[in-house]
């Protein structure tokens, strides 16, 4: 079958700009699918037209998006939108469209396209709630009255179509609200034949990025700012460090807030215990980075529209390569909950940097804790999270007859 994903991120490469569906394209790929996957490319950040294969699979970038929303940006997107969205279908003639969303602004005009052309069967892959954090988030009441208009009618799109993948029951409860009850849960996972403890290497992947083997070393991998309040580790550290001065940050990833965090860092004097190693395309390097690093942190946003209800994929790499996770987050919320029930971090609230810092030195003592959460969460990863497994089913549903 001829399989098409609509992805609404810039992608620079080698992979695919989004780790759920660079596996689950990957699969479909390896199961005898010709699969393309159309990106969008900023031409205000350096984005370029263009097409490449990867792994066996075509990544086209046709459609030109300013991803920074104002009046005007707005008014070109939706010209470039009208005039552009119908290349992916010409090139891939597909069966089957996966729209993935978040970004969600050019899914209307997708799932359009896939309507007129009259493929076979339309998906929506639905991460979280974009809608509500696009409305929360708007700085300006015409956006705000704009993206409540665009959720109204996503709705009636997401219930046209055939069905909508969601990635928690939390998620899958709330579009149910809406009257989206053709949804099933596919979980995010983690891809565990490269996320995976790698204890033979830990010092010299160490010594490549400037770690020391005695470090204590804290990571956050993937986006920088937005929902994740990335400052609240560097407080944490600064009340830290007289007591553990081999702590180290280790931050992956690219976002609005690089510059920020690195002048905090520099203000605190505490900027050679912050490396920024850049954003990193292949996944085996961050794969390699994250089993070199002792624990994972996730430290969200207290505003964070969707925390509730979110279950982020570095979470489950971080547990599949055996560090325990540190979470500024809810107890009520869905990864609050994960984690404390399954023994496999610690979790403070939102922003509170006192907190934070004391879960850090409990983690840096209690080996005990340490290992037991390692193991837990090895396991727990090969059982239910498992990425090859959860592509399986995602092949099952798009794929099967009805």
């Not at 689950?24 to 294969?53: E, H």
């Not at 009208?82 to 089957?96: G, L, N, Q």
Request: proline share 4%; aromatic share 10%; net charge positive.
């Amino acid at each position: 079958m001829n399989i098409l994903f609509i992805l609404s991120l810039q992608n620079s490469g080698p992979g695919i700009a989004s780790t759920r569906v660079e596996y689950n394209a990957d699969y479909l790929r390896r199961m005898g699918n010709s699969v393309t996957v159309s990106c969008i490319f900023d031409p205000t950040r350096g984005g370029k037209p263009g097409s490449r294969y990867w792994n066996g699979i075509k990544i086209i970038n046709y459609v030109p998006l300013i991803l920074n929303l104002t009046p005007l940006t707005l008014v070109f997107n939706l010209f470039s939108l009208f005039f552009t969205s119908w290349i992916p279908y010409v090139i891939a003639k597909p069966d089957i469209v996966i729209i993935s969303v978040p970004p969600g602004e050019a899914s209307l005009g997708a799932f359009i396209l896939a309507k007129l052309v009259r493929t076979k069967r339309i998906f929506f892959d639905y991460r979280d709630e974009w809608e509500d954090y696009a409305i929360s988030n708007s700085q300006a009441k015409v956006f705000t009255f704009m993206y409540k208009i665009l959720k109204t009618i996503m709705t009636k799109c997401y219930k046209k179509s055939n069905l909508v993948i969601t990635v928690t029951e939390s998620v899958s409860n709330k579009l149910s609200l809406r009257g989206v009850t053709n949804n099933r849960v596919i979980s995010n996972g983690a891809n565990t034949k490269i996320f995976k403890p790698n204890i033979k290497n830990k010092n010299s992947i160490r010594k490549k990025v400037g770690l020391d083997t005695k470090d204590f070393v804290l990571i956050h991998s993937g986006l920088l700012g937005e929902y994740y309040k990335i400052e609240v580790i560097v407080h944490a550290m600064k009340i830290l460090l007289p007591k553990i001065p081999t702590l180290k940050l280790i931050l992956i990833g690219g976002g609005s807030d690089i510059d920020n965090i690195m002048n905090l860092a520099e203000n605190l004097g505490i900027s050679e215990n912050v490396k920024y190693l850049g954003k990193k395309n292949n996944r085996s390097d961050v794969a390699d980075i994250v089993s070199a690093s002792d624990v994972g942190v996730i430290p969200y946003h207290e505003n964070h529209v969707f925390l509730n209800n979110a279950m982020p994929v570095k979470a489950l790499e971080y547990l599949s390569c055996g560090i325990p996770i540190l979470a500024t987050t809810y107890r009520t919320s869905l990864l609050g909950r994960f984690i404390e029930e399954n023994q496999i971090g610690l979790i403070s609230p939102p922003e509170n940097v006192q907190m934070l810092s004391e879960n850090i030195y409990t983690v840096f003592w209690d080996r005990h804790f340490v290992t037991n959460a390692s193991t837990r969460g090895i396991s727990l990863i090969k059982e239910r999270f498992d990425s090859e497994k959860l592509a399986n089913e995602l092949m099952n549903l798009v794929t099967e007859k009805r």
